[in-house]
């Protein structure tokens, strides 16, 4: 019981995180060259748009865990 309490209070905390920011950006390494003692990497910024569907569901889904008894 104690679980889906916790997953319920999650799942809100990450659908309102998703309504009040959309996306979140992250770098990765895509290209390294090591030439004698040169080294050369080339680092490319990513951004994930989250849809306001998805933070809309996951706040639902989550009170629902919370309010229901079983």
């Given at each position: 019981?104690?679980?889906?309490?916790?997953?319920?209070?999650?799942?809100?905390?990450?659908?309102?995180?998703?309504?009040?920011?959309?996306?979140?950006?992250?770098?990765?390494?895509?290209?390294?060259?090591?030439?004698?003692?040169?080294?050369?990497?080339?680092?490319?910024?990513?951004?994930?748009?989250?849809?306001?569907?998805?933070?809309?569901?996951?706040?639902?889904?989550?009170a629902?865990?919370?309010?229901?008894?079983?």
């Amino acid at each position: 019981m104690k679980a889906i309490k916790l997953l319920g209070v999650v799942l809100l905390i990450a659908g309102g995180l998703a309504l009040a920011y959309g996306s979140f950006t992250y770098t990765k390494d895509t290209h390294t060259a090591k030439i004698g003692s040169i080294e050369l990497s080339v680092k490319e910024s990513e951004t994930v748009n989250i849809p306001v569907w998805a933070g809309v569901l996951s706040m639902v889904v989550g009170a629902v865990l919370l309010i229901s008894r079983k």
